[in-house]
Structures are given as structure tokens and as C-alpha cells.
């Protein structure tokens, strides 16, 4: 299977675009508190002008149930990553009103107690992925800053055959991606300041480089 890519937190129909030009899988709309945060009407704005074989996935961060449906149904979104305090059963609420087509993402912030939420979600049926990424005492995403790739590498080769798919994120930018890939072997990999000139606007120049190498890497 091959490497799914998504470039997150675009802010623009001219970002979301070139990151399907340059082959990502995915873009990600944050609706969180972020120098990336987007409007509903803004995503709602971008989304009919992106390939339908882009993904648009929408992060939200403490949203309640009614938040979650209401942006995706209005955003055309065709899945949801969810921070945080969003319980065990909020997928299945979600699937239950938008049905199987939504990409259902958590994500596991790598630390202590990880391998254990890791698991929680590999056994909850309506969850599709499991986006592992970094935390700072200010930021829940986007933070720039990288993981113990080598002490998160047991947990990734432990689930490699497993249904549910295992994303690193946090902290990836086009010199890195490759080590990540190699070490990980991930499903996927998530970016987001790492191919930025300045928060919320995307470097075209390492946006794609970023793409090519963690194709290249993926072949290894």
C-alpha cells in the first residue's frame, strides 16, 4: 500500500490546491485555536474548487457533536480528525449521522500512557487511523517539534499489520521525512508548519520537495 500524505493546515484555495498538485493524499482545515484556524464559510469556500480525489479533512480540538456535523456537512468534508477530549463515543455518533465514507482520525499525543490509547482506538471499530504526533505545554498540533521516533518505532511495527492505520506527525519537514518514514514505516505521514514560509501560508518549494521525498522514502 502506499504512503497517504496529508498537508495540513492550509488556510487558502491556493494552498490546498498545491498541495494537490504536488501529490498529497489529503489537506487539513484546522478549526481550532491556531494561526492556521479557518472559518466554516472559508473551507466552505475552498472545498468545490479541490479534485474530488483530495482528501478534505477537517481538525477539530474539544468540538462538541453538533460543531463536528454540522461544519462537515456545511464544508463538504470528507473526514474529521479529533484532538482531545472527544470520547470514545463520538466516532461512532459520527458514523451513525454521516455514515462510512468519513475518515474517523484520533489523535495520540507519543508519551507516557500512548501504546495504551493507541490501543483503545485500534479496538474501536469506527475509527479509521491514528494520527501520533507531538504536544507542547501551548500547542496540541502543529507544534514543529518531533517525537521519539526511535521509542515510538516498537508501537508502529507492533500495529503494522493491524486494521487501523498508524500517521506520524509532528515536527516532519522535507529534511526529515525520510529518517521518519525509514524508522516508523508509517501508513502515513501528516505536515504542517514544516512546509510553511510563515504560519498558515505554505512554501510552494517545500511543500513538493517534502511530497517527493517521503514518496522516495516509502519506496525503500
Given at each position: 500500500m502506499s504512503l497517504w500524505i496529508k498537508i495540513c493546515g492550509s488556510t487558502s484555495l491556493e494552498?490546498?490546491?498545491?498541495?494537490?498538485?504536488?501529490?498529497?493524499?489529503?489537506?487539513?482545515?484546522?478549526?481550532?485555536?491556531?494561526?492556521?484556524?479557518v472559518t466554516t464559510a472559508q473551507v466552505a469556500s475552498?472545498?468545490?474548487?479541490?479534485?474530488?480525489?483530495?482528501?478534505?479533512?477537517?481538525?477539530?480540538?474539544?468540538?462538541?457533536?453538533?460543531?463536528?456535523y454540522t461544519t462537515v456537512r456545511v464544508c463538504g468534508l470528507t473526514g474529521v480528525q479529533l484532538h482531545s477530549e472527544a470520547?470514545?463515543?463520538v466516532p461512532g455518533r459520527l458514523r451513525e449521522r454521516l455514515g462510512r465514507g468519513l475518515r474517523i482520525l484520533r489523535v495520540v499525543h507519543f508519551g507516557?500512557?500512548?501504546?495504551?490509547?493507541?490501543?483503545?482506538?485500534?479496538?474501536?471499530?469506527?475509527v479509521d487511523g491514528v494520527l501520533v504526533d507531538s504536544r507542547t505545554p501551548t500547542a496540541?498540533?502543529?507544534?514543529?517539534?518531533?517525537?521519539?521516533?526511535?521509542?515510538?518505532?516498537?508501537?508502529?511495527?507492533?500495529?503494522?499489520?493491524?486494521?487501523?492505520?498508524l500517521i506520524a506527525a509532528g515536527g516532519l519537514r522535507p529534511e526529515n521525512v525520510a529518517e521518519a518514514i525509514l524508522t516508523l514505516?508509517?501508513?502515513?505521514?501528516?505536515?504542517?508548519?514544516?512546509?510553511?514560509?510563515?504560519?498558515?501560508?505554505?512554501?510552494?518549494e517545500k511543500l513538493r520537495t517534502f511530497v517527493a521525498k517521503a514518496r522516495a522514502a516509502a519506496q525503500q
Open positions: 494552498d490546498a490546491r498545491l498541495a494537490g498538485e504536488a501529490g498529497a493524499d489529503a489537506v487539513g482545515f484546522v478549526f481550532a485555536p491556531s494561526p492556521r484556524r475552498i472545498v468545490p474548487h479541490l479534485p474530488a480525489a483530495v482528501e478534505k479533512i477537517g481538525v477539530f480540538v474539544n468540538a462538541g457533536l453538533d460543531e463536528i470520547g470514545p463515543g507516557d500512557g500512548a501504546a495504551e490509547q493507541i490501543g483503545q482506538h485500534m479496538r474501536n471499530r469506527d496540541v498540533g502543529g507544534t514543529g517539534v518531533t517525537f521519539d521516533w526511535a521509542g515510538a518505532s516498537a508501537i508502529f511495527s507492533r500495529n503494522a499489520e493491524a486494521r487501523k492505520r514505516q508509517p501508513w502515513g505521514v501528516d505536515v504542517a508548519s514544516g512546509v510553511e514560509s510563515e504560519p498558515g501560508k505554505k512554501d510552494p
